[in-house]
């Protein structure tokens, strides 16, 4: 999944779990029509990435309930762009979140790339060699250049006592002016050889245990598969990749409608259980996956209810 989108996700479910089943007052109803913003600033290694997505939005509540599973329930329609080393992404996104444990969207993005750190990179075959030594070696043949790509996102969650359980699921569609007759790119931030013109999925699992006191912590599954690129060279598989690994969260503190609210630090570790070139042909299997993230959101203005 891309660092972001799985984070937010990640990061969204820890703050529902910090706070589903407290005891004490009703949440703070939100207003009927609100403009919200969120800004997630992630670090990753292995593969290297720093990413900062910004998210600008506007969101319609679809009903009026103290309930918990209901208080904040929307749709909402807002500008997602996303910022890395590599690429700009620039586009909006469209969601529903019919009851607190669900979430559903669907984004549009224009892409472009620098032709900085050895990215974009097109590759003939599935069989090349996409490991970060071939695109470390070979970043005088990136390209700078364009594209489109949808993204839809489907995202579970339930909780029993301190316990909780999520499920995010991102699927990708990328149209990619690629180098040549080259119909295959590498792409960093699902850390796969991608096909143009075809999907790409992602799923993440987190099972958590809920402190009182805004500490989230348990562990993370992460499978990748990229349709169209699966098959690789001799090396083994393409795809699916899979990972598993620890994840700490701590959200500081919550309060609603405030322009500055949530401000969330996440930490998630994962040892590469299949990849093509991180189980030791390229980098030893030892080598854990890192990503440090930062984010916080707030309400701009909402109206009178």
Same mark, same amino acid.
């Given at each position: 999944?891309?660092?972001?989108?799985?984070?937010?996700?990640?990061?969204?479910?820890?703050?529902w779990?910090?706070?589903?089943g407290?005891? /004490?007052?009703?949440?703070?109803?939100?207003?009927?029509?609100?403009?919200?913003?969120? @800004?997630? +600033?992630?670090?990753?290694?292995?593969p290297?990435?720093?990413?900062?997505? *910004?998210?600008?939005?506007?969101?319609?509540?679809?009903q009026?309930?103290?309930?918990?599973?209901?208080?904040?329930? $929307?749709?909402?329609l807002?500008?997602?762009?996303t910022?890395?080393a590599? +690429? =700009?992404?620039?586009?909006?996104?469209?969601?529903?979140?019919?009851?607190?444990?669900?979430?559903?969207?669907? &984004?549009?993005?224009?892409? !472009?790339?620098?032709?900085a750190?050895?990215?974009?990179?097109?590759?003939?075959?599935?069989?090349d060699?996409?490991s970060?030594?071939?695109?470390?070696?070979?970043?005088?043949?990136a *390209?700078?250049?364009?594209g489109?790509?949808?993204?839809?996102?489907?995202?579970?969650?339930?909780?029993?006592?301190?316990?909780?359980?999520? @499920?995010? +699921?991102?699927a990708?569609?990328a149209?990619?002016? !690629?180098? &040549? /007759?080259?119909?295959?790119? $590498?792409?960093?931030?699902?850390?796969?050889?991608?096909?143009?013109?075809?999907?790409?999925?992602?799923?993440?699992?987190?099972? #958590?245990?809920?402190?009182?006191?805004?500490?989230?912590?348990? #562990?993370?599954?992460?499978?990748?598969?990229?349709?169209?690129?699966?098959? &690789?060279?001799a090396e083994?598989? @393409? =795809?699916?990749?899979?990972?598993l690994?620890?994840? !700490?969260?701590?959200?500081?503190?919550?309060?609603?409608?405030?322009?500055? @609210?949530?401000? =969330? !630090?996440?930490? #998630?570790?994962?040892?590469?259980?299949?990849?093509?070139?991180?189980?030791?042909?390229?980098?030893?299997?030892?080598v854990?996956?890192?990503?440090?993230?930062?984010?916080?959101? &707030?309400?701009?203005?909402?109206s009178?209810?």
């Amino acid at each position: 999944m891309s660092i972001s989108a799985a984070l937010l996700a990640a990061l969204a479910f820890a703050s529902w779990a910090a706070h589903a089943g407290e005891q /004490g007052p009703a949440p703070s109803r939100p207003p009927l029509h609100r403009l919200v913003y969120g @800004n997630l +600033l992630i670090l990753r290694y292995n593969p290297l990435g720093i990413e900062d997505r *910004i998210e600008l939005e506007y969101r319609y509540r679809l009903q009026r309930s103290d309930d918990i599973l209901w208080n904040d329930t $929307y749709v909402s329609l807002g500008l997602t762009p996303t910022v890395n080393a590599a +690429l =700009t992404r620039l586009g909006a996104t469209l969601a529903v979140k019919p009851i607190a444990i669900a979430t559903l969207s669907a &984004g549009y993005y224009y892409v !472009l790339w620098y032709d900085a750190f050895g990215h974009l990179r097109s590759f003939e075959s599935p069989d090349d060699d996409f490991s970060d030594s071939a695109i470390e070696g070979g970043a005088e043949r990136a *390209i700078a250049t364009t594209g489109h790509e949808l993204q839809l996102r489907a995202s579970l969650a339930a909780k029993a006592g301190p316990v909780a359980l999520s @499920n995010n +699921l991102e699927a990708y569609w990328a149209d990619m002016r !690629l180098e &040549g /007759g080259d119909r295959y790119y $590498y792409q960093p931030r699902l850390d796969v050889l991608a096909h143009d013109l075809h999907w790409a999925l992602s799923n993440d699992t987190d099972l #958590v245990y809920v402190t009182g006191f805004g500490l989230v912590a348990g #562990v993370r599954n992460t499978v990748t598969h990229a349709f169209g690129a699966a098959r &690789g060279g001799a090396e083994g598989e @393409n =795809t699916p990749t899979e990972r598993l690994g620890p994840l !700490l969260a701590y959200v500081f503190f919550d309060e609603p409608r405030s322009a500055f @609210n949530k401000p =969330t !630090l996440l930490l #998630v570790t994962g040892f590469w259980l299949a990849h093509r070139f991180r189980t030791g042909e390229d980098v030893q299997r030892g080598v854990p996956f890192v990503v440090l993230a930062f984010k916080c959101e &707030g309400e701009l203005w909402g109206s009178d209810d």
